[in-house]
Structure formats: structure tokens, C-alpha cells
């Protein structure tokens, strides 16, 4: 595990009350270790199809985030139509469907990154209409639900 960013005074990125951290294959699971009983767990989904540009202005805007949360980048290895289960029934999700089907009958397990948002539970009801905002799918996350997911 590495942290990308976090809370400090070098003025690179300014001060920030978010830390981001990326995890890497073969390192153990994080959940475990969380207390859930002060502790949400979000998963953040962009179904929005930004250009990099627009990605990089909402990770600018995430840097924003007025209470301490952390962000986990997690590998994984799911089968290619895994994606499409969460994703909305939009006017997109009908060629993101076609485009996973025609992914998968040549490969049929991907590697991705699923990104978490890890926050003390009196903090979540603020930053979640922010998350919104920015466009993300909000999923809260319950301790079963992660404990199936393993870093490959």
C-alpha cells in the first residue's frame, strides 16, 4: 500500500483533509482492519465517461473535502460483465452493455480498480451530497459486502 497524498504543509496539492491511498497486488485486504462501528465504507462509481481533463478538475474538487476521509484505490480482477451490474440503465448503458459483451468473448476476467471512500460515520452525511455533486455513484458498503474482495 502507498499513499499518493496526504495532510501535510508541502503546499504541492495545499492542505487537504483527504488522503488517498493505492493499494497493490498481493497486499492483504484493508477491511479487516476497519472499525465499523464508527466507520462507513462508500464505494465511488464514475459512470460519466469524463475526459481526463474533467477528471482531473473533480479530483481537484475532492481535495476540497472539509472532514478527514480517505479514498482506497483497489486492484482487482472481476469477470468483464461484473461492471455492468452497478452501472445506471441510461441512454449509454445500452453501448457499455455491447461493448462488455464483445470484451468478454475475447477476455473473460479484467483487471480494474474499485475505489473506496472510508470516513468516521459523523463525518458521511456531509460528504456524500458532495460526492454526488461531483457526479460519482455513492454505494455504502457493509462489512460483508467487502469481505469478499481480494486484491489481484
Sequence with gaps: MSTIYS???DN??????????????????PFPDIDYS???????????????????DVFHQLL????????WILPVT???TALLKEMPKDETYEKTAALFSM?????????ADRTFLIAHKDYCKDIIPSLDKLGFTVTK????????????
Aim: with cysteine.
Design 64 to 71: 476540497e473535502i472539509q472532514h478527514p476521509c480517505e479514498i
Design 78 to 80: 472481476e469477470e468483464a
Design 38 to 56: 464508527v466507520t462507513c465504507v462508500y464505494e465511488l462509481t464514475d459512470f460519466t465517461l469524463r475526459t481526463p481533463l474533467e477528471k482531473m
Design 141 to 152: 458498503k457493509k462489512k460483508e459486502d467487502l469481505k469478499s474482495i481480494s486484491l489481484s
Design 12 to 29: 504541492k496539492l495545499g492542505e487537504t483533509n483527504l488522503k488517498i491511498k493505492s493499494f497493490v497486488k498481493g497486499d492483504p485486504s
Design 103 to 111: 470484451l468478454s468473448s475475447v477476455k473473460e476476467r479484467i483487471e
Design 7 to 9: 495532510h501535510s504543509n
